[in-house]
T-cell receptor, first 113, second 114 residues
Framework: AQSVSQHNHHVILSEAASLELGCNYS??????LFWYVQYPGQHLQLLLK??????LVKGIKGFEAEFIKSKFSFNLRKPSVQWSDTAEYFC???????????FGKGTRLSVIA | EAQVTQNPRYLITVTGKKLTVTCSQN?????MSWYRQDPGLGLRQIYY???????DKGDVPEGYKVSRKEKRNFPLILESPSPNQTSLYFC?????????????FGEGSRLTVL
């Protein structure tokens, strides 16, 4: 069965610091990879996704993620975080074909001024 | 406006009193799913539906029922709610049955079972 691991439960950063959130998955075949964001009190929204092609994916609000197949990883990065990036971030994966999305447990990011 | 609508948004009920959380999407999506979100456990899938009249269990289906009689609606039914079903529930939909597209989420329904 597929699984997704997000190793950081809670990350606290100062504004302008760089961000990297880890995501590792276990699945043997072709995968689709996603990062979703949940701002306080809101529903989940898609941040970025990878299906194929360039392993470096750029999303909204300056976020990017790199798919490293050999490491089964899809880490999320942002060079300089803002207070408004305070949110919970979820990595998700599904295999090719009719397989439901599997979410990680999420990483809470707190950005302090 | 494209959206997934859940009702009610907030509900406090008592053990054993049957309740239904409705979910409706206006994007003609084939795929719909229910998740529950609990602190430290992330999002766990309850049930999903690839299309009308097709439903499957997710990771935590016990205590829940669903139906998909129409493409746009996917209600979540708690026949006899218990306190361990106190949670934040999200409905989501996607155009492709294989979930290769973006999942659109509803605003969430916060349920408390006393």
């Amino acid at each position: 069965a597929q699984s997704v691991s997000q190793h950081n439960h809670h990350v606290i950063l100062s504004e302008a610091a760089s961000l990297e959130l880890g995501c590792n998955y276990s699945y043997g075949g072709t995968v689709n990879l996603f990062w979703y964001v949940q701002y306080p009190g809101q529903h989940l929204q898609l941040l970025l996704k990878y299906f194929s092609g360039d392993p470096l994916v750029k999303g909204i609000k300056g976020f990017e993620a790199e798919f490293i197949k050999s490491k089964f990883s899809f880490n999320l990065r942002k060079p300089s975080v803002q207070w408004s990036d305070t949110a919970e971030y979820f990595c998700a994966v599904n295999g090719a074909g009719n397989t439901p999305l599997v979410f990680g447990k999420g990483t809470r990011l707190s950005v302090i001024a | 406006e494209a959206q997934v609508t859940q009702n009610p948004r907030y509900l406090i009920t008592v053990t054993g009193k049957k309740l239904t959380v409705t979910c409706s999407q206006n994007m003609n999506h084939e795929y719909m799913s229910w998740y529950r979100q609990d602190p430290g456990l992330g999002l766990r899938q309850i049930y999903y539906s690839m299309n009308v009249e097709v439903t499957d269990k997710g990771d935590v289906p016990e205590g829940y029922k669903v139906s998909r009689k129409e493409k746009r609606n996917f209600p979540l039914i708690l026949e006899s709610p218990s306190p361990n079903q106190t949670s934040l529930y999200f409905c989501a939909s996607s155009f492709y049955a294989g979930v290769t597209g973006e999942l659109f989420f509803g605003e969430g329904s916060r349920l408390t079972v006393l």
